[in-house]
Nanobody, 121 residues
Framework: QVQLVESGGGLVQAGGSLRLSCAASGRTFRNYAMGWFRQAPGKEREFVAA????????YYATSVKARFTISRDNTKNTVYLQMNSLKPEDTAVYYC??????????????WGQGTQVTVSS
């Protein structure tokens, strides 16, 4: 089992920045690829970014590329999502997830409870 707890969400004006954190506990964090997903009201959960277990490979959704950066610190069992130039359409609940294999699909084994990000115009 891997337990994931997100933090860092909040209310920010368009053009602002936020950094989300996801702290992991349980099984060895460095064995897992990590991903960030989001779900806006009335919409399906969608992929945002993913990072390999060692951090050497990253993937981004087209909508966030060049604005968001995913990173991880395996010594702290934490994955981050730095979000810059935020837009109102980035408003959603953001979830982190852990998987045995790096993927951009929803096929992750463990999920956090989510943190709300609201971007005002």
């Amino acid at each position: 089992q891997v337990q994931l707890v997100e933090s860092g969400g909040g209310l920010v004006q368009a053009g602002g920045s936020l950094r989300l954190s996801c702290a992991a506990s349980g099984r060895t964090f460095r064995n897992y690829a990590m991903g960030w997903f989001r779900q806006a009201p009335g919409k399906e959960r969608e992929f945002v970014a993913a990072i390999s277990w060692g951090g050497g490979t990253t993937y981004y959704a087209t909508s966030v590329k060049a604005r968001f950066t995913i990173s991880r610190d395996n010594t702290k069992n934490t994955v981050y999502l730095q979000m810059n130039s935020l837009k109102p359409e980035d408003t959603a609940v953001y979830y982190c997830a852990a998987a045995g294999l790096l993927t951009t699909t929803l096929s992750y084994d463990y999920w956090g409870q989510g943190t709300q990000v609201t971007v005002s115009s």
